[in-house]
């Protein structure tokens, strides 16, 4: 089993990976094309793994010493990366919803149009005239 310094080290390293990758990942959504992020999502998730693994490790070492580690600069650092990466998802999330909203409004819209359109109906002696006027 790895030391405390060296999992600590190891987990730095997988949260600032994973905060490069949601900065990509929030490019991505920017730019609004689906394809490449769905591309990204299997990526992050292995992120998202590896990181998932190393802190069950992590904290089953912590149990295990039955000593408060808080004080340690690099458990300092890595709650702070934390932290930035738990903003950046939700900074995300809030970008995400905003634009299914604007996308439903303009589903709804479009739908709307669709409607109307559907209710103007060319009558059978009218149809092939370039004006439907009199005559």
Not at 60 to 67: D, F, H, W, Y
Not at 87 to 112: I, P, V, Y
Request: contains cysteine; aromatic residues 4%.
């Amino acid at each position: 089993m790895a030391s405390l310094e060296e999992l600590l080290e190891l987990s730095i390293r997988q949260y600032r990976a994973l905060l490069d990758a949601g900065n990509k990942l929030t490019a991505l959504v920017e730019q609004g094309r689906p394809g490449p992020i769905q591309d990204f999502c299997g990526e992050l998730t292995g992120l998202q793994d590896e990181a998932r693994r190393t802190d069950l490790e992590l904290n089953a070492l912590l149990r295990a010493a039955g000593k408060p580690v808080t004080t340690h600069s690099l458990f300092r650092e890595r709650l702070e990366l934390m932290r930035r990466v738990l903003a950046g998802t939700e900074d995300l999330g809030a970008k995400g919803r905003g634009m299914l909203s604007a996308l439903n409004a303009e589903r709804t819209s479009l739908t709307g149009g669709r409607t109307a359109l559907s209710g103007y109906r060319v009558g059978p002696d009218r149809r092939g005239r370039i004006f439907n006027g009199p005559g």
